[in-house]
């Protein structure tokens, strides 16, 4: 995870393989092996952070990869689409069973709609694209279902 993590050189050549990229790659595979089971969820958290700050990277290869990573990442935290017979959209869970199994998401996704918010109150002019780290965040909060308790109210 610290190669993918590591800064990007200053000047980026698009025809030149980047580490970061290699290791994005490498982690999503590894996201998408079902030999591995459960034993990759511990690290799905770290893994969505890198992925959702890698939308908002300089080097469109990382921002490819990136986006290849979250998709495996959604995947195996809130399942696979049914076939088009079921009614069911996903095999989703519900928003507190998937912050209680994920909790440093909880804090990562709020700071970055708090500041979103903040910059949004501070300027007449918002674009979605100045933050395209909002783009994963919010594909995957629209997946959740909501809270059976939402539902008796």
Not at 9 to 28: F, G, M, R, S, Y
Not at 38 to 44: I, K, S
Not at 97 to 124: E, G, I, K, M, R
Not at 131 to 149: A, D, G, V
Request: aromatic fraction near 8%.
């Amino acid at each position: 995870m610290d190669t993918a993590a590591s800064p990007l050189p200053t000047v980026i050549d698009e025809h030149k393989d980047l580490p970061q990229v290699h290791a994005i790659n490498i982690l999503k595979a590894l996201y998408q092996d079902t030999s591995l089971g459960c034993g990759v969820l511990q690290y799905a958290s770290q893994g969505t952070v890198m992925a959702v700050t890698g939308f908002a990277s300089s080097s469109w290869a990382v921002r490819n990869a990136s986006m290849q990573l979250f998709g495996s990442l959604v995947k195996r935290m809130l399942g696979q689409r049914r076939g088009t017979d079921d009614d069911r959209e996903m095999n989703a869970i519900n928003a507190m069973d998937f912050f209680n199994s994920y909790p440093a998401l909880h804090n990562f996704f709020l700071s970055h709609l708090q500041s979103t918010s903040d910059s949004v109150s501070n300027t007449s002019l918002f674009s979605p694209m100045s933050r395209p780290e909002l783009f994963p965040i919010l594909t995957l909060l629209s997946n959740l279902h909501p809270c059976p308790e939402a539902n008796e109210r």
